[in-house]
């Protein structure tokens, strides 16, 4: 069965300190992958996603970048972490449709 | 400009009585609407989905009714048990899903 693992579940980084929040899948190959954030007050908003490896499209301008480094790997990151950059980051693979995506455990982040 | 739209951020509903979420939308061409449910410092698990050619889905408790006239859907839980206490988030693909703001659900006892 597939399976997405996310790590880790909290953080608390200064601010101008860098970002590296990973996502792996198992159990499926090619898996077009997803980071969406949950900042307070809002709803889950999709930041990035990727179709395959080294192919990655962004949805917002940010502070933050991905990369896919392995088919069923996927790494958000950020050079120099800002306030707002604080939020509930979660990973997500699926081909949408009826079925939706299957999401990760998410990673509380604190910028301080 | 927000394409799904959740405009009640919370609900509160007498256990055993009939919990019903709305949802809006702007895109006429989403395929695909979804609901999900999320507790706090959990991911959002899937719960329940309909495609644009139908206008029900349904499954155990949970129903789903798409009026894409008026570009609305809610989602019906019936009965509510306290287990349902959690933040719902309707969705739309498009085809990358977009989520609206979430509706907290409080089943009270």
């Known amino acids: 069965s597939q399976t997405i693992h996310q790590w880790p579940a909290t953080l608390v980084q200064p601010v101008g300190s860098p970002l590296s929040l990973e996502c792996t899948v198992e159990?499926?190959?090619?898996?077009?992958l997803y980071w969406y954030r949950q900042a307070a007050g809002r709803g889950l908003q999709l930041l990035f996603y990727?179709?395959?490896?080294?192919?990655i499209s962004s949805e917002v301008p940010q502070n933050l970048s991905a990369s896919r480094p392995q088919d069923r790997q996927f790494i958000l990151s950020s050079k120099k972490l800002l306030l707002s950059d604080s939020g509930f980051y979660l990973c997500?693979?699926?081909?949408?449709?009826?079925?939706?995506?299957?999401f990760g455990s998410g990673t509380r982040l604190t910028v301080v | 400009d927000q394409q799904v739209k959740q405009n009640s951020p919370s609900l509160s509903v007498q256990e055993g009585r009939i919990s019903i979420l709305n949802c809006d939308y702007t895109n006429s061409m989403f395929d695909y609407f979804l609901w999900y449910k999320k507790y706090p410092a959990e991911g959002p698990t899937f719960l329940i989905s309909?495609?644009?050619?139908?206008d029900k889905n349904e499954d155990g408790r949970f129903t789903v009714f798409l009026n894409k006239s008026a570009k609305h859907l809610s989602l019906h839980i019936v009965p509510s048990q306290p287990g349902d206490s959690a933040v719902y988030f309707c969705?739309?693909?498009?085809?990358?899903?977009?989520f609206g703001k979430g509706t907290r659900l409080h089943i009270l006892p």
């Open positions: 969705a739309a693909s498009a085809p990358e899903i977009i």
């Open positions: 997500a693979w699926g081909g949408g449709g009826l079925g939706g995506y299957t």
């Open positions: 990727s179709v395959g490896i080294g192919q």
């Open positions: 309909i495609s644009s050619i139908k």
């Open positions: 159990g499926t190959s090619n898996p077009n």
